[in-house]
């Protein structure tokens, strides 16, 4: 399983609220709710923003409330792969459960930068910067990971099964 996008770069203590202002939580559709995605932030993301772009961030991201629209919003956005130096513990969980790809590598978050043309192969952890050449080494998901993410979230793998 692998990504290839350009890269969205943040900083530390990304925030849930940041991440999709509390102020649109009561819209239900993730396509509309994900138009607000970053704006408080990075105003211009979502008219930027591809399918098949990473985000790259450094510590604690994801941090604060622990609602799942936060990772739900990246995804319908069009983002393929979070890296960053550490995820807030409960972001980390509601990614892999909605089937948002996540990796932690400190060196790659800190030495990748915005705009920059990034893979990412999951079954080996192993992220290319395309744009300078450098390769870094991340934490591999293991293999019932990568089958969530590869069923698009919990609910969907538990319902193949």
Avoid: W
């Avoid at 919003?73 to 995820?87: D, M, Y």
């Avoid at 400190?106 to 999951?122: L, R, S, T």
């Amino acid at each position: 399983m692998q990504a290839k996008g350009r890269v969205f770069k943040y900083g530390d203590n990304v925030d849930t609220d940041v991440i999709i202002p509390a102020r649109y939580l009561a819209i239900a559709a993730p396509k509309e709710l994900a138009e607000h995605c970053m704006e408080d932030i990075d105003r211009d993301f979502v008219h930027k923003v591809k399918a098949g772009d990473i985000m790259v961030a450094n510590k604690n991201f994801g941090c604060g409330s622990s609602r799942e629209h936060a990772p739900l919003v990246i995804k319908v956005s069009g983002i393929s792969c979070v890296i960053a130096e550490t995820f807030a513990r409960i972001f980390y969980r509601n990614a892999i459960n909605i089937g948002l790809p996540i990796i932690e590598c400190p060196e790659a978050a800190k030495d990748i930068k915005d705009g920059d043309e990034v893979q990412v192969d999951f079954d080996r952890g192993t992220i290319y910067n395309l744009t300078t050449g450098k390769q870094y080494q991340g934490q591999a998901f293991p293999e019932f990971m990568q089958k969530i993410i590869r069923a698009e979230g919990l609910i969907n793998y538990i319902n193949e099964q």
